[in-house]
C-alpha cells in the first residue's frame, strides 16, 4: 500500500510552466504504475498522463500531448508532471494516482487506479 502527497500546484499565466511531484510513501512504489488525473470546477475529472512502473513507456491525453511530460524517479518515490505552455483551459485539481497490477494503460485511463492522492491547485490565468 502506498500513500501519495501532490505538490507543486499554483498560479501561473498563460503560456507559463509549472511542475507538480508526487512523493510516495512504500519501499514497493517502483513496482507501481503512475498516473495524472485532473478536474476542473464543474467537470468530470479526466485523465492527463500515465508511466509505467519502470518509466518506460508514457502516454498522455491529447488536450496535453506535447505540452506536457510524466516522469518517475523511483530512487526518489516520485512521479512528477511537467507543464509547460500552460492554457486557462488546464485550470484544475491535479491528483496523483498509482496501481500495482500493471494492466493496459487504457483501463486506467477511465481513473481506475488504487490509491489516489488528495490533489494540488493548478490555476491558469488569462
Known amino acids: 500500500q502506498v500513500q501519495l502527497v501532490e505538490s507543486g500546484g499554483g498560479l501561473v499565466q498563460t503560456g507559463g510552466s509549472l511542475r507538480l511531484s508526487c512523493a510516495a510513501s512504500?519501499?514497493?512504489?517502483?513496482?507501481?504504475?503512475g498516473g495524472w488525473f485532473r478536474q476542473a470546477p464543474g467537470k468530470e475529472r479526466e485523465f492527463v498522463a500515465f508511466?509505467?512502473?519502470?518509466?518506460?513507456?508514457?502516454y498522455y491525453a491529447d488536450s496535453v500531448k506535447g505540452r506536457f511530460t510524466i516522469s518517475r524517479d523511483n530512487a526518489k518515490n516520485t512521479v512528477y508532471l511537467q507543464m509547460n505552455s500552460l492554457k486557462p483551459d488546464d485550470t484544475a485539481v491535479y491528483y496523483c494516482a498509482a496501481d500495482p497490477r500493471h494492466y493496459n494503460w487504457r483501463y486506467y485511463e477511465r481513473g481506475a487506479m488504487n490509491y489516489w492522492g488528495k490533489g494540488t491547485l493548478v490555476t491558469v490565468s488569462s
Open positions: 512504500g519501499r514497493t512504489f517502483s513496482s507501481y504504475d
Open positions: 508511466i509505467t512502473w519502470s518509466g518506460e513507456d508514457t
